[in-house]
Each structure stands twice: as C-alpha cells, then as structure tokens.
C-alpha cells in the first residue's frame, strides 16, 4: 500500500535502520537479507532525497533528516503495534506470543526461574525472551526493545506508566569466615573493611547503583577494593576475603544458600529499594501484556 507516494511497509524497514543506524542488524533484526535490507534504504533515500544514514568511521551516524524522523516514525510504529493488539483476546492456553522482559542480572537471578515455571504451566506456546538489562539502560521500553521492563524506581522513565512490585532494604554480605565479620558491624569498621562496588552498564566513574550513590554522600570515604560490572558477581569476590559488599537482602539470603556468607544489618539508614514494573504508555490496553503483569506479580507474591 502506498501512502504519498511512499510503500507503507518500508517504514518497518526505516524504523529498524534509525534504531540500529547499521544495514546489518536492521537486516537481524527484521530477519532479512543484508542485501534486501540495502535495496529497501535506497528506496528510503530516494523518496526523502536524503542518505538518511553515512558513514562515520567504522559506524554510521543519522543524517539531520534521520535524526528528526527517528522519533516520530518509532511513535508511529509503537502506536500501529499497540492498536493491532488492542481489545484482542489473549487466549493463555493457546497463544504464541513472543514477549520480551528487559531485566538487570538480580532481578533475572530472583525472578526468571519463577517466571518459567508459572508461564510453562499457564501458557505453553508462549515464548518468553528474557532481555538484559543495565540498570542505566532506561530507554528499554521507549525503543521498544522490551515489552515490561522490571527496574529499581531510580531507572523508570517517567513518560510511561509504572507500578511498585516491592520494596527490600539493604544489608551486608561478606564471607562467614572472615574474622572482622564475625562481630557486629558498626559503622567504623564498615569504613575501616574493603568494599567490593559495582558499576553497570558504561558508567564512566564513580558509584553506579542507588545504595552506592547514597553511600558516596555520607562524611566517610569508603574503600572500594574491587569493581565488577554486575551485582550477580559480588558474593563469591567475597569469599577467602576481608572485604564486604552492601547486597539487597533477598538476592543476599539467595548467595547465602550455596555460598559460605553471611549477613550483618546495616549500621547506618539506608533507603529502600523500590522495584518497579513498566510498560509503554501505548501498550497498556493489550490484553497479553496484561496476562504477563499478572505473572510477575504472582512471581512476586511467592517473594513475599
């Protein structure tokens, strides 16, 4: 079908290319060909009358007509996607929908085995792609590379609706044969030991996870002995060492179950964590995405 001259179908095509800015994984990700996918962006230059994407190096990079279509066109996709699912039974038993939750590596350690069990049981035919997520990337849901996106409330976007799944405080983990652990931590020692941080994502510097961040604003200096870039990896950098790390309190009982670890509570206030589950602000009339909410808050529930 063509609209002002234009085959409604390469927008698909030209909504890819804006997001991936690169021939090949717009290619990937409509599961074409690369060549196919070169023919369908010199069909796009020639009706805009512009390269849409050059080469910059090694990468591309949007021309300023790119740039100012990119978002429109992805609002306009987004909103087509949303309308086809609209008021659209969801069938649990026999559907064979594809959705996909972007999650940080805790939240996927706490929560996908649950996931998997109650989808098998429930919904069969229904695949489940599970997307990581760094707890930086709060983008996720406004590119549409996620259908929810479960995330500490620090990293919701604002435009889309969201909803409080839980909330858990903060607690330390270290190795239960370390003998400065042995006693109860107070806030002296907790400054004196070696702290193992985490930094997500491409942060350049500095504390990168909202207890760190609150951490770093205290009078006292922590000595931040070692980085690693997920919170999954913490506990065992723990074990054989002196050093102690601040851990939310259910993935620190999970470490404790396989792991020789313990826990001390906190010697000073420290904020909870708000976990948080987000859709985009289009998709919230889709029935499946309901039926999938409704999963993770009962995976949630049996948390509690």
């Known amino acids: 079908m063509r609209f002002r001259g234009l085959d409604l179908n390469l927008l698909i095509a030209l909504d890819a290319l804006l997001a991936e800015r690169n021939v090949s994984a717009a290619a990937r990700?409509?599961?074409?060909?690369?060549?196919?996918?070169?023919?369908?962006?010199?069909?796009?230059?020639?009706h805009f009358d512009d390269d849409?994407?050059?080469?910059?190096?090694?990468?591309?990079?949007?021309?300023?007509?790119?740039?100012?279509?990119?978002?429109?066109?992805?609002?306009?996709m987004q909103s087509v996607d949303s309308t086809l699912e609209f008021?659209?039974?969801?069938?649990?038993?026999?559907?064979?929908?594809?959705?996909?939750?972007?999650?940080?590596?805790?939240?996927?350690?706490?929560?996908?085995?649950?996931?998997?069990?109650?989808?098998?049981?429930?919904?069969?035919?229904?695949?489940?792609?599970?997307?990581r997520a760094a707890s930086a990337d709060s983008q996720v849901i406004d590119r549409g590379d996620a259908d929810i996106l479960v995330a500490a409330s620090p990293y919701i976007v604002a435009d889309h609706p969201a909803e409080e799944l839980y909330s858990e405080d903060h607690v330390i983990l270290g190795w239960r044969e370390n003998d400065r652990f042995k006693a109860p931590v107070t806030r002296e020692i907790f400054f004196e030991l070696g702290h193992v941080g985490v930094r997500i994502g491409r942060t350049a510097g500095g504390p990168s996870t909202s207890s760190e961040r609150y951490i770093s604003?205290?009078?006292?200096?922590?000595?931040?002995?070692?980085?690693?870039?997920?919170?999954?990896?913490?506990?065992?950098?723990?074990?054989?060492?002196?050093?102690?790390?601040v851990m939310q309190r259910r993935y620190a009982e999970l470490a404790m179950q396989t792991l020789p670890l313990d826990t001390r509570p906190m010697p000073f206030e420290l904020p909870k964590m708000r976990m948080m589950m987000q859709v985009h602000r289009l998709k919230e009339g889709d029935a499946g995405l309901q039926w999938l909410k409704a999963v993770v808050r009962d995976c949630v529930a049996e948390l509690v």
Do not use: W
């Open 87 to 131: 008021g659209l039974a969801f069938e649990e038993a026999s559907s064979k929908r594809h959705f996909r939750i972007a999650a940080s590596d805790y939240v996927a350690e706490i929560l996908s085995s649950k996931i998997s069990t109650i989808s098998a049981t429930r919904a069969p035919n229904v695949l489940l792609e599970l997307v």
């Open 217 to 245: 604003q205290l009078p006292e200096k922590r000595r931040v002995e070692m980085i690693c870039p997920s919170l999954t990896l913490v506990p065992r950098l723990l074990i054989g060492t002196q050093r102690i790390a």
């Open 52 to 76: 849409l994407l050059v080469p910059a190096g090694r990468s591309m990079m949007l021309t300023e007509l790119a740039t100012r279509l990119a978002e429109p066109i992805h609002e306009l």
């Open 29 to 46: 990700r409509l599961f074409i060909s690369q060549s196919g996918m070169s023919t369908i962006l010199a069909k796009l230059r020639t």
